[in-house]
């Protein structure tokens, strides 16, 4: 079984509170859980900085990301309902905090190899389902960029 599919998700969120969680950790970023473009703005940047294996970059760097990632927010037709739009919010929530809370877990016990399994899985996930290259973005105070001109 893949890293990241459902089942294994499902059995280990027991009953952690993954909203919760995100306020507290992307509040010094300037997200909130409660809105669709920073829930978007902290799975990219989650996203990003675990393939790149980094930490979650500095608060200077999110504003920039967030104008950038805001116009597709409107453009998944299940965010023309504000149900729609709840529903995306919650599942990058999920997903954003899974993936970090896993990769904090390898790290407290220096397994590499799962960290890399984690990044090339990500980037493979990514790519195939939202045809993003994250190995092909630098987050600036400009937002993301590409690498390859």
């Not at 675990?50 to 500095?58: E, G, I, M, T």
């Not at 504003?63 to 990632?69: E, H, S």
């Not at 799962?114 to 493979?124: E, F, G, H, V, Y």
Request: glycine share 4%.
């Amino acid at each position: 079984m893949a890293p990241f599919e459902l089942p294994e998700r499902v059995a280990q969120i027991g009953d952690r509170d993954f909203i919760a969680e995100f306020a507290l950790r992307f509040a010094p970023l300037g997200l909130r859980a409660d809105n669709f473009a920073d829930a978007m703005t902290a799975y990219w940047v989650s996203m990003w900085s675990l393939v790149h294996r980094r930490p979650l970059p500095d608060a200077a760097l999110i504003p920039a990301a967030r104008k950038q990632l805001e116009p597709l927010c409107s453009k998944a037709p299940q965010a023309r309902r504000e149900a729609g739009r709840q529903a995306m919010a919650e599942a990058m929530i999920y997903e954003t905090m899974f993936a970090l809370n896993k990769a904090q877990q390898f790290a407290a016990i220096g397994d590499e190899e799962s960290l890399q399994i984690m990044s090339d899985t990500i980037t493979a996930n990514v790519r195939r389902t939202r045809a993003i290259n994250f190995k092909a973005l630098k987050l600036t105070p400009s937002g993301f960029v590409s690498t390859k001109n």
